[in-house]
């Protein structure tokens, strides 16, 4: 009876992937989606991964030839999955339904019921996010001919040599690491081609050693998914557009060399390489450079000048309260040695960055730079409000009328400070800054917890919440 349902399944799954032509045009192997369409194509395919683009978004310019990459590997596969993408610009009732923000916005449809992707860019990260998702958290191979298969199928690839008494752990471990296929064995002929004895557990990678052996305890599931992930990056990695969301995500400290392409950087580099060779993975070393937006970005978010090239950066927990960490001096291979010995050792301090300090203060708003943030927003006889901004932000530079008609109408507020700063060049330790603008508000009585401002961006907006909020309230409706 069984092999009678699995039959109609997979005739089912080949008509619709006939029937897909008919309805649903394509673009280098990715369903092209519209109002009309969507609903028939969540109810036509079990699993299908769904990008809202936006055709003039960079990040989908970016993004396009990796899921592209993604959408012909998985229709190679066995498996009954598809990749669709919906223009969220023309098709606004759907970015609308599905609570599209931002661009590329990506949900995965399992029978017809969506969750979020929370996978990586690149094409083998799409895949096996979805794979994983479309099956068990790891799969039997069961003859040498299947392992061979798997393993040439999967970029990345954790094999297990164990029997069901000890795949518990394992098996715990493949449901947290997303991005990187497991499988396990019963079968000693299949331990015996990777020259293996049960149990035990070996992790298949395409860089620097190729695999590596697990020395820990396989009953430990925190252990195995450390193991799996401090190889499943090179043992120096290139920070690019495509890479950087994987590595921030890591969760090891992020040791960053930023070089340019002439002498002075291929020795940096040279240094770095022979370094990250006795960091044992405990770090995740990465490489950028100094010319694409990318790189740009990086350094105004970890604070490096130009000038400074060649320079290192070691950066912990990067998309939370970030602290960053300078190399100072030259780069060789004792003093990134040396730095990370330091660093783990807690003998370094953070580096907070901050510009000159202001000789005047000519508009209504205060320019705070990182070296007067203390003194300026920690004064108890100030309510003062803040405004973290970045030059090349472009919802700051809408603000900025806004926010200076707003300090004008206060000026005549003694106990009201509205204030500015750059927080690309300047560091405020304990203030986690997650986009711009950011605005926070340190009440006159209460310094150590800063509100978030939640209201409208319009002068009047500001002015009542402000006056809700103040330790001193000031009678905004008199101003």
């Not at 495509?242 to 090891?252: H, K, Q, V, Y």
């Amino acid at each position: 009876m069984r092999w009678i349902v699995q039959l109609v399944y997979w005739s089912l799954f080949l008509w619709a992937l006939a029937e897909d032509a008919a309805e649903f045009p394509e673009e280098d192997g990715v369903l092209v989606l519209t109002e009309k369409t969507f609903e028939v194509a969540i109810k036509s395919h079990p699993y299908i991964l769904v990008q809202f683009f936006a055709p003039w978004c960079g990040h989908c310019k970016q993004f396009a030839p990796e899921y592209a990459a993604a959408a012909k590997q998985l229709k190679q596969t066995n498996q009954p999955i598809r990749l669709a993408k919906v223009d969220a610009t023309a098709e606004l009732k759907l970015a609308e339904e599905y609570g599209v923000r931002g661009y590329p916005t990506i949900r995965l449809f399992i029978d017809g019921r969506d969750q979020e992707y929370t996978g990586g860019r690149t094409e083998q990260s799409i895949v096996t996010w979805v794979l994983k998702k479309a099956g068990p958290p790891a799969v039997e191979l069961e003859t040498i001919e299947a392992a061979a298969a798997f393993e040439k199928e999967n970029r990345l690839a954790v094999l297990c040599f164990c029997d069901a008494a000890v795949r518990s752990a394992f098996e715990r471990a493949a449901r947290q690491v997303e991005d990187v296929m497991f499988a396990y064995s019963t079968v000693p002929e299949v331990a015996s081609k990777y020259e293996a004895t049960a149990p035990s557990l070996k992790m298949f990678f395409p860089h620097d050693e190729q695999s590596a052996a697990f020395t820990g305890d396989l009953n430990n599931a925190e252990e195995i998914e450390s193991f799996v992930k401090a190889y499943r990056h090179p043992m120096v990695a290139d920070f690019s557009g495509e890479t950087a969301a994987d590595l921030f995500s890591d969760g090891r400290p992020i040791l960053f060399l930023f070089r340019d392409k002439d002498g002075k950087g291929e020795a940096a580099e040279q240094a770095l390489r022979a370094a990250a060779k006795q960091m044992s993975r405990k770090i995740l070393v990465a490489l950028a450079g100094s010319s694409e937006p990318m790189d740009q970005r990086l350094m105004d978010y970890v604070s490096v000048d130009v000038e400074e090239l060649p320079t290192a950066r070691l950066v912990i927990e990067p998309q939370g309260a970030m602290a960053k960490y300078r190399l100072e001096g030259d780069v060789t291979e004792a003093s990134l040695v040396s730095f990370v010995q330091d660093f783990e050792a807690g003998r370094l301090k953070k580096y907070l960055q901050s510009e000159p300090v202001p000789t005047s203060q000519p508009g209504p708003v205060h320019t705070l730079v990182g070296s007067t943030f203390e003194a300026i927003v920690k004064d108890p006889a100030k309510d003062v409000l803040v405004e973290f901004y970045a030059p090349w932000c472009g919802h700051c530079k809408k603000l900025e009328p806004v926010y200076a008609s707003v300090a004008k109408r206060l000026e005549s507020v003694p106990s009201i400070v509205i204030a500015k700063i750059d927080a690309t060049a300047n560091d405020v330790d304990g203030v986690d800054i997650e986009g711009f603008p950011t605005i926070k508000f340190w009440r006159a009585d209460n310094k150590e917890e800063p509100l978030d401002y939640d209201g409208d961006r319009d002068v009047d907006s500001f002015l009542a919440w402000l006056d809700d909020k103040a330790a001193r309230p000031f009678g905004h409706s008199e101003l």
